[in-house]
């Protein structure tokens, strides 16, 4: 699903690009421009449908299989580009019964289509594929295929691939910015084994070879990082929630030997799920139900397929990141992958380089999470205890059409943008209304970062830009400065973008009422009589320097 066609600059095969951002220099190469733009190959079609079937091997770790792909021809031409990640390999290609020629450029393949492709026409390819596929080294942060076995020695496998890529384990078209309108998840699998993946189990297929098949339906558009397959001795069970739009079908999978702790750990997904309907409105894939799924690595966030690997505890791996004692309160990774849902798998960026859509909004959401059963006061002080975490590296946006995501900080610093954001506005029910706009505007749609900038900016009746230019585009803290003298105070912003002209509520003598100042990078000048000092709101992700201080 392609909501528009994009101008783009193409880069010639080969080229090597060096650029330099904040004093860091990036490298990028031809795969990751085939990667990372949206090709002339790539741009003439618009996804509709997938069905990928995929055969495990477990004595090998070997897998193979096929996707078929639907697609409708936007523009005419003749080469079409699928991703397919080494070392798996493209087997062959066909189209109409007929077998296509097709070459590789390292993760690429380039079909040469026969069939005259004619504008507004839906046409398929099946393209047939093998091999070992990488195997993950710290899923999911460096992903690919998990192998590992449960405590009866039976195979716990799964699979882990945003950053990676889903062309790591099967072929598609490896860019954010098309989704198909559905899909069909074919896992074939050991006997003893079950598979679960995204959308609805529509049927299982038994086979005479010892194996079965799993076929799960998606009926929603899906980005590729999203769809995951999952295989192990679960058992199941199932329940309901009555959400914004009616019976939302709620199911849980877990290893036969930790049954006991996941039925008592999982049974937050129903406190979690009314909160962010709450904030963010109806759960975005009634028609596929939600699933909770454990994994042998920490959990991420696939579409209706939420993977969970926590340990069964509160917090971060036991840890609360805020370090207040609220993050202890609530399950990481049921809350986080579960935000996703809303802000990466409902809305979803079009470019890696504006991860933070998915990422800062997610982040925030464990603020608002808490905030929903334990109060305001509480929510604020989980999000401004994220801070300690944060390191101002380097900017939050990433480099566009070369497959470059941006700092980590698009977590913590991200959320505190939200956070800083929220308190400008300063009406709690518009900042709802907008979360909940924002969902129902860009419904299944992949977006630009603009996109979101605008929107919060038209909507809030505020122009953001500098704000966002600061936090998003930018490492520094702005910062207040300020010097009390014969009774007044003057301030500035500073270690700023230029522009920078963002609101901020103050107090004087740490005991006065908040006052807003409008500071901008130029000196200005408010009479304070009796003011010694001068604080920021905490809610604000700022510094303050006093430079001069008035004597008592």
Known sequence: ???????????????????????????FTHDDTLRGSITPERIWWDLAYYHLQVKLNTADSAIS??????????????????????????????????????????????ITLQKKQVTGKTESVEVYYAGQPRK?????????????????????????CQGLGASSWWPCKDHMYDEP??????????KDLTDVSNGRLRRVTEHNDGTHTFDWFVSNPINNYG??????????????????????????????????????????VKPMLRAFEHWFGPYP???????????????????????????????YLGKDLSGTGFG?????????????????????????????????????????????????DAGAAYVTGCRALIRNDRPIVGIYNVNHSGSGDMYYKGGNLLHTIRQIIGDDEKWRAILRGMNKTFYHQTVEGKQIEEYISHQSGINFQKVFDQYLRDTRIPTLEYRLVN??????????????????????????????????????????????????????????????????
């Open 487 to 552: 009774n007044k105070l003057q301030y500035r912003w500073t270690n700023c973008v230029s522009g920078f002209d963002m609101p901020l509520q103050v107090c004087f003598n740490q005991t006065g009422p908040n006052t807003l100042l409008k500071p901008t990078t130029q000196w200005q000048t408010l009479p304070t009589p009796g003011v010694t000092a001068l604080t920021s709101d905490p809610n604000y992700y700022v510094l303050v320097r006093p430079l001069v201080q008035a004597k008592p």
């Open 328 to 376: 202890l309160l609530w399950d990481f990774i049921i809350i986080h992958e579960s935000g996703h849902e809303w802000f990466a798998n409902n809305i979803t960026y079009k470019d890696v380089a504006d991860m933070w859509i998915h990422e800062s909004f997610t982040n925030y959401s464990e603020n608002l999470y808490t905030e929903y059963y334990y109060g305001k």
């Open 181 to 190: 309108d559905s899909m069909l998840i074919s896992v074939t699998v050991p």
């Open 285 to 315: 894939f009634y028609e596929d139900g939600y699933k909770l799924v454990e994994t042998p690595y920490l959990g991420m966030e696939h579409q209706s397929s939420v993977t969970y690997g926590n340990r069964f505890q509160n917090g």
């Open 1 to 27: 699903m392609m909501n528009t066609l994009h101008k783009i600059v193409w880069l010639f095969a080969g080229l090597f690009i060096s650029l330099t951002v904040s004093a860091q220099k990036f490298a």
């Open 136 to 160: 993950a080294k710290r899923a999911p942060w460096d992903g690919g295929f998990v192998w590992k076995r449960d405590k009866a020695g039976k195979w716990f496998i799964a699979t882990a």
């Open 227 to 268: 769809v995951n397959l999952n295989v192990g001795d679960y058992i199941h069970w199932s329940d309901t929630l009555q959400g914004e739009k009616g019976k939302l079908d709620l199911t849980f999978y877990a290893l036969s030997e930790h049954e006991d702790s996941a039925r008592r750990q999982f049974q937050q």
């Open 65 to 110: 299989g096929s996707t078929t792909i639907r697609y409708r021809v936007l523009q005419p031409n003749q080469i079409m580009q699928v991703d397919l990640q080494r070392p798996l390999k493209v087997q062959k290609v066909i189209q109409d019964g007929k077998e296509l020629a097709f070459r590789q450029d390292g993760n690429a393949y380039f």
